[in-house]
């Protein structure tokens, strides 16, 4: 079976024209087309088959909605942390990967309290206080 023609370029831009005018009154649907099917040797032929039905989808509006202000020390962790990216030798890995496991915890944890013996020791509040501070 052949393929069908390709469209001329200036008809598809007037049609994409007339598209774009009917869409600012109404949503117009948006065709899928299934997902695609097993090599053409373990299919029938396309006349055997009958043509698969398109599920049609509505498209949306963008929504411009901001988020909501939260309160410090709220939100996902991701919202309320910076983060930091950590090289260590491989050694010094093995080793707090190890700690890691006998004490049964993250590696992240152990190095937060890397962090906050460090803060300590400079005469810097602990993380404890320095998140009471901020709120």
Same mark, same amino acid.
């Given at each position: 079976?052949?393929? /069908?023609?390709? #469209?001329?370029?200036?008809?598809? %831009?007037?049609?994409?024209?007339?598209?774009?005018?009917?869409?600012?009154?109404?949503?117009?649907?948006?065709?899928?087309?299934?997902?695609?099917?097993? /090599?053409?040797? @373990?299919?029938?032929? /396309?006349?055997?088959?009958? =043509?698969?039905?398109?599920? %049609?989808?509505?498209?949306?509006?963008?929504?411009?909605?901001?988020?909501?202000?939260?309160?410090? #020390?709220? #939100?996902? @962790?991701?919202?309320?942390?910076?983060?930091?990216?950590?090289?260590?030798?491989?050694?010094?890995?093995?080793?707090?990967?190890?700690?890691?496991?006998?004490?049964?915890?993250?590696?992240?944890?152990?190095?937060?309290?890397?962090?906050?013996?460090?803060?300590?020791?400079?005469?810097?509040?602990?993380?404890?206080?320095? @998140?009471?501070? =901020?709120?």
């Amino acid at each position: 079976m052949s393929k /069908p023609p390709k #469209g001329m370029l200036s008809n598809i %831009v007037a049609d994409m024209g007339a598209t774009v005018a009917a869409s600012a009154q109404a949503p117009a649907p948006i065709a899928v087309e299934p997902p695609a099917a097993a /090599p053409a040797e @373990l299919v029938a032929s /396309p006349e055997e088959q009958p =043509a698969a039905p398109r599920a %049609v989808v509505p498209i949306r509006a963008n929504r411009t909605r901001k988020p909501a202000a939260r309160q410090p #020390g709220q #939100g996902t @962790l991701r919202e309320r942390t910076k983060q930091l990216s950590l090289y260590l030798e491989e050694p010094v890995y093995d080793a707090l990967r190890e700690i890691a496991h006998v004490e049964r915890s993250k590696m992240h944890q152990l190095v937060v309290e890397g962090i906050d013996l460090l803060l300590k020791k400079r005469g810097s509040p602990s993380i404890t206080e320095l @998140l009471k501070r =901020a709120g």
